[in-house]
């Protein structure tokens, strides 16, 4: 009929708690794999136990609540760009971005390599190689196919992943002796090694935030869920820990490498344990390649979003995903994955590391500035109670920094600099309209880039505003996903 409106776009499927819990947790840890070198590194099952109680409360937690907070009141695919964007500005969430993008990149680049690790696969270089493209292409696809996918598809492997460990706890009761768990030399400990494994293993809390425009109701989902990923990933880290530590003699410290939960499996279970483990750390890593690509290639449209970066960014498949983030962060993952496992993990704390300290950061300044901003879930703190929150997670931040290699500190160095001209590159082509770009971003509140036109909390309204301009309130998502 002449004059009828078109028929609405058919509502994409949203992400509720439990697949919301699952994504976190393999942003986070999907499972115990990787805390073994925590164990050599400590010297002993002592330093790691101790970290795995007290880091969680001093790093993990402090960085979920603010993960909480801030993605509910800025429920957008943005995430953390948002919140430096409100706070200090668009230069400073563009490097927070990049950084963190390529933070998350060498993240990624870790798992294919670590699957066919814990298969066992001695492969010759060229076919390797071959194996890691043929393996990241098949995950970037199941990635491209939807994020309720990727999130059903998180559920499963979590609890695949954490199912051998149950049987690893039963069998390993009877053989527990207590006293191992404070063993420890402390000549032997390698500080360096301890740090980056701990940090590695309990940061990207954060990370979720990049999904919080996909999520139902997220004002009052994503709280739910980062909780909820809290205690699944303490009690993933610490029972399997507590287990293999306690029934072990001391002496085997020195053997906790990567992968030495398989053998603890075999030593305590048998042979069909240790497989049994092996197969759950090849899926676990499937499941870690999902979330972390997920995230990364969400940030990516909605830093499009807010017209950060190109509008191409911000374009959809017909599943709803960020077609050409995904293959963006695809590219990254191929070309970073053949550096050795220490050199990324080193340069992608310390990145990862610069990032969270301007989270902090914001977090902060939007709690002085602007105390009145929508905030669905709020620490139950007041100001000078946030930033106390803040300081134990910052100096364990600047702790992994300094025992940094001087190499470390140089790259890291270089991928800023780099940042900071990317920045004026995509400004300037943004200024001679080289390339299409989505509304741009609301100056910054300190005027930096101009004289300032509003006060601070009309800027952090702005930036918020504008965010959410596009997206469905909770009630109308609400209604969407169950007219759908």
Same mark, same amino acid.
């Given at each position: 009929?002449?004059?009828?409106?078109?028929?609405?776009?058919?509502?994409?499927?949203?992400?509720?708690?439990?697949?919301?819990?699952?994504?976190?947790?393999?942003?986070?840890?999907?499972?115990?794999?990787?805390?073994?070198?925590?164990?050599?590194?400590?010297?002993?099952?002592? /330093?790691?136990? &101790?970290?795995?109680? %007290?880091? !969680?409360?001093?790093? @993990? *937690?402090?960085?979920?609540?603010? #993960? =909480?907070? $801030?993605?509910?009141?800025?429920?957008?695919?943005?995430?953390?760009?948002?919140?430096?964007?409100?706070?200090?500005?668009?230069?400073?969430?563009?490097?927070?971005?990049?950084?963190?993008?390529?933070?998350?990149?060498?993240?990624?680049?870790?798992?294919?390599?670590?699957? /066919?690790?814990? &298969?066992?696969?001695? %492969?010759? !270089?060229?076919?390797? @190689? *071959?194996?890691?493209?043929?393996? #990241? =292409?098949? $995950?970037?696809?199941?990635?491209?196919?939807?994020?309720?996918?990727?999130?059903?598809?998180?559920?499963?492997?979590?609890?695949?992943?954490?199912?051998?460990?149950?049987?690893?706890?039963?069998?390993?009761?009877?053989?527990?002796?207590?006293?191992?768990?404070?063993?420890?030399?402390?000549?032997?400990?390698?500080?360096?090694?301890?740090?980056?494994?701990?940090?590695?293993?309990?940061?990207?809390?954060?990370?979720?935030?990049?999904?919080?425009?996909?999520?139902?109701?997220?004002?009052?989902?994503?709280?739910?869920?980062?909780?909820?990923?809290?205690?699944?990933?303490?009690?993933?880290?610490?029972?399997?820990?507590?287990?293999?530590?306690?029934?072990?003699?001391?002496?085997?410290?020195?053997?906790?490498?990567?992968?030495?939960?398989?053998?603890?499996?075999?030593?305590?279970?048998?042979?069909?344990?240790?497989?049994?483990?092996?197969?759950?750390?090849?899926?676990?890593?499937?499941?870690?390649?999902?979330?972390?690509?997920?995230?990364?290639?969400?940030?990516?449209?909605?830093?499009?979003?807010?017209?950060?970066?190109?509008?191409?960014?911000?374009?959809?498949?017909?599943?709803?995903?960020?077609?050409?983030?995904?293959?963006?962060?695809?590219?990254?993952?191929?070309?970073?994955?053949?550096?050795?496992?220490?050199?990324?993990?080193?340069?992608?704390?310390?990145?990862?590391?610069?990032?969270?300290?301007?989270?902090?950061?914001?977090?902060?300044?939007?709690?002085?500035?602007?105390?009145?901003?929508?905030?669905?879930?709020?620490?139950?703190?007041?100001?000078?109670?946030?930033?106390?929150?803040?300081?134990?997670?910052?100096?364990?931040?600047?702790?992994?920094?300094?025992?940094?290699?001087?190499?470390?500190?140089?790259?890291?160095?270089?991928?800023?600099?780099?940042?900071?001209?990317?920045?004026?590159?995509?400004?300037?082509?943004?200024?001679?309209?080289?390339?299409?770009?989505?509304?741009?971003?609301?100056?910054?509140?300190?005027?930096?880039?101009?004289?300032?036109?509003?006060?601070?909390?009309?800027?952090?309204?702005?930036?918020?505003?504008?965010?959410?301009?596009?997206?469905?309130?909770?009630?109308?998502?609400?209604?969407?996903?169950?007219?759908?």
């Amino acid at each position: 009929m002449a004059g009828s409106p078109p028929a609405p776009a058919p509502a994409r499927p949203r992400l509720t708690v439990l697949p919301l819990i699952a994504l976190i947790f393999y942003d986070v840890s999907g499972g115990p794999f990787g805390i073994e070198d925590s164990v050599r590194a400590g010297s002993g099952a002592l /330093l790691p136990i &101790l970290g795995f109680l %007290l880091l !969680p409360i001093l790093w @993990s *937690l402090p960085e979920a609540l603010v #993960t =909480a907070e $801030l993605a509910s009141a800025f429920p957008t695919n943005a995430g953390y760009v948002a919140w430096v964007s409100a706070a200090f500005g668009p230069a400073a969430a563009f490097l927070v971005g990049f950084t963190k993008w390529i933070s998350g990149s060498l993240d990624n680049a870790l798992y294919p390599v670590l699957f /066919l690790d814990y &298969l066992h696969l001695s %492969l010759p !270089p060229p076919s390797r @190689s *071959l194996a890691v493209v043929a393996l #990241t =292409a098949g $995950l970037t696809y199941l990635n491209y196919r939807g994020l309720h996918l990727v999130g059903l598809s998180a559920l499963v492997l979590t609890a695949f992943s954490l199912s051998p460990f149950v049987a690893l706890t039963v069998l390993a009761a009877p053989q527990i002796r207590p006293s191992r768990w404070l063993a420890m030399d402390a000549a032997a400990i390698d500080l360096r090694g301890y740090f980056n494994s701990m940090f590695w293993n309990l940061n990207y809390w954060d990370k979720a935030s990049t999904l919080a425009g996909e999520v139902d109701e997220p004002r009052k989902t994503f709280p739910k869920a980062v909780f909820g990923a809290v205690g699944l990933v303490v009690g993933a880290y610490l029972i399997p820990l507590l287990a293999g530590t306690g029934a072990l003699p001391s002496e085997t410290a020195a053997e906790w490498t990567d992968g030495f939960f398989s053998e603890v499996g075999l030593r305590i279970g048998g042979p069909w344990l240790r497989v049994w483990i092996q197969a759950a750390a090849a899926m676990s890593n499937m499941g870690l390649f999902e979330a972390e690509m997920s995230s990364d290639s969400f940030q990516l449209l909605g830093m499009a979003e807010m017209g950060m970066i190109p509008a191409i960014f911000a374009c959809r498949s017909n599943h709803g995903t960020p077609t050409f983030g995904i293959l963006c962060s695809a590219a990254g993952v191929v070309v970073l994955s053949f550096m050795s496992f220490q050199e990324i993990l080193e340069f992608l704390n310390f990145l990862y590391g610069l990032g969270m300290l301007v989270v902090f950061a914001a977090f902060v300044k939007l709690r002085v500035k602007n105390p009145d901003l929508t905030r669905p879930y709020r620490i139950p703190v007041g100001t000078l109670g946030a930033a106390a929150m803040c300081v134990p997670p910052v100096v364990l931040i600047t702790t992994v920094m300094c025992l940094a290699s001087a190499r470390t500190i140089v790259v890291n160095a270089a991928v800023v600099v780099a940042g900071v001209v990317l920045y004026y590159g995509v400004e300037h082509a943004k200024r001679h309209a080289w390339v299409e770009f989505m509304a741009p971003v609301p100056p910054p509140p300190d005027g930096s880039d101009g004289p300032a036109m509003a006060s601070d909390a009309d800027d952090v309204e702005d930036v918020r505003a504008g965010l959410l301009a596009d997206e469905p309130s909770d009630d109308e998502a609400s209604a969407m996903s169950h007219s759908a």
